[in-house]
Protein backbone atom coordinates (compact mmCIF):
# COMPACT_ATOMS: atom_id res chain seq x y z
CA UNK A 1 0.00 0.00 0.00
CA UNK A 2 1.20 3.37 -0.91
CA UNK A 3 1.24 6.02 1.93
CA UNK A 4 2.35 9.10 -0.73
CA UNK A 5 0.35 11.60 -1.10
CA UNK A 6 0.89 12.97 -4.80
CA UNK A 7 1.45 17.10 -5.38
CA UNK A 8 -1.58 17.32 -6.07
CA UNK A 9 -2.96 15.88 -3.67
CA UNK A 10 -1.55 18.09 -1.15
CA UNK A 11 -2.69 21.17 -3.05
CA UNK A 12 -6.07 20.13 -3.10
CA UNK A 13 -5.81 19.12 1.09
CA UNK A 14 -3.92 22.60 1.82
CA UNK A 15 -6.87 24.47 -0.02
CA UNK A 16 -9.45 22.59 1.97
CA UNK A 17 -7.72 22.52 5.37
CA UNK A 18 -6.76 26.55 5.18
CA UNK A 19 -10.77 27.35 4.45
CA UNK A 20 -11.83 24.89 7.70
CA UNK A 21 -9.55 26.87 9.97
CA UNK A 22 -11.19 29.22 12.16
CA UNK A 23 -11.29 32.76 11.20
CA UNK A 24 -9.81 34.15 14.94
CA UNK A 25 -6.77 32.67 16.95
CA UNK A 26 -2.94 32.89 15.24
CA UNK A 27 -2.32 31.14 12.02
CA UNK A 28 -0.16 28.62 12.05
CA UNK A 29 3.29 28.69 10.68
CA UNK A 30 3.51 25.96 7.71
CA UNK A 31 0.32 24.03 7.13
CA UNK A 32 1.68 21.20 4.56
CA UNK A 33 4.19 20.73 7.81
CA UNK A 34 1.98 20.09 10.29
CA UNK A 35 -0.66 18.04 7.69
CA UNK A 36 2.75 15.91 6.76
CA UNK A 37 3.43 15.43 10.84
CA UNK A 38 -0.07 14.20 11.07
CA UNK A 39 -0.03 11.65 7.74
CA UNK A 40 3.09 10.36 9.08
CA UNK A 41 1.58 10.37 12.56
CA UNK A 42 -1.24 8.14 11.24
CA UNK A 43 0.61 6.19 9.00
CA UNK A 44 3.53 4.70 11.31
CA UNK A 45 1.13 4.67 14.23
CA UNK A 46 3.81 5.97 16.50
CA UNK A 47 3.37 7.92 19.65
CA UNK A 48 3.61 12.09 19.25
CA UNK A 49 7.12 11.89 20.79
CA UNK A 50 8.32 9.63 18.63
CA UNK A 51 7.89 12.07 15.78
CA UNK A 52 10.85 12.79 13.47
CA UNK A 53 12.66 16.57 14.28
CA UNK A 54 11.78 17.33 10.68
CA UNK A 55 8.24 18.21 11.78
CA UNK A 56 9.51 20.66 14.63
CA UNK A 57 8.55 20.02 18.17
CA UNK A 58 6.35 16.94 18.64
CA UNK A 59 4.80 19.25 21.57
CA UNK A 60 3.99 21.68 19.66
CA UNK A 61 2.18 19.65 16.72
CA UNK A 62 0.34 17.93 19.50
CA UNK A 63 -1.16 21.21 21.25
CA UNK A 64 -1.82 22.23 17.83
CA UNK A 65 -3.86 19.17 16.75
CA UNK A 66 -5.75 19.43 20.21
CA UNK A 67 -6.85 23.05 19.75
CA UNK A 68 -7.83 22.31 16.18
CA UNK A 69 -9.62 19.17 16.56
CA UNK A 70 -11.44 20.94 19.93
CA UNK A 71 -12.35 23.89 18.13
CA UNK A 72 -13.75 20.86 14.76
CA UNK A 73 -11.92 21.89 12.36
CA UNK A 74 -10.74 18.02 11.32
CA UNK A 75 -14.53 17.26 11.18
CA UNK A 76 -15.07 20.52 8.67
CA UNK A 77 -12.07 19.25 6.67
CA UNK A 78 -12.85 15.67 6.21
CA UNK A 79 -16.39 16.88 5.04
CA UNK A 80 -14.93 18.63 2.85
CA UNK A 81 -12.66 16.34 1.52
CA UNK A 82 -15.36 13.87 1.11
CA UNK A 83 -17.37 16.40 -1.14
CA UNK A 84 -14.83 16.42 -3.51
CA UNK A 85 -14.54 12.86 -3.99
CA UNK A 86 -16.96 10.63 -6.26
CA UNK A 87 -16.79 7.78 -4.44
CA UNK A 88 -16.68 8.83 -1.06
CA UNK A 89 -19.77 7.14 -0.35
CA UNK A 90 -18.59 3.87 -1.28
CA UNK A 91 -15.87 4.12 1.70
CA UNK A 92 -17.09 2.95 5.23
CA UNK A 93 -14.89 2.61 8.49
CA UNK A 94 -14.92 0.17 11.20
CA UNK A 95 -13.25 1.22 13.89
CA UNK A 96 -12.59 -1.86 16.34
CA UNK A 97 -11.40 0.48 19.76
CA UNK A 98 -15.33 0.66 19.75
CA UNK A 99 -16.03 -3.13 20.04
CA UNK A 100 -15.60 -4.87 23.23
CA UNK A 101 -15.35 -8.60 24.25
CA UNK A 102 -17.16 -10.38 26.47
CA UNK A 103 -14.77 -11.50 29.06
CA UNK A 104 -15.01 -15.28 27.94
CA UNK A 105 -14.13 -14.71 24.41
CA UNK A 106 -10.17 -14.37 25.77
Known amino acids: M ?6 T ?6 V ?8 RGAKGRDDRLFLEAL ?5 HNI ?13 SVWKRFDRLSKA ?3 EGFFDSLA ?7 LVQMFDSTV ?8
Not at 2 to 7: N, Q
Not at 83 to 89: D, K, R, V, Y
Open 2 to 7: STKMAE
Open 9 to 14: DWDNAL
Open 16 to 23: VFRASLPR
Open 39 to 43: HYFAV
Open 47 to 59: TWRALPERFGKWN
Open 72 to 74: GVF
Open 83 to 89: GLSSSAH
Open 99 to 106: VRAHVSAA
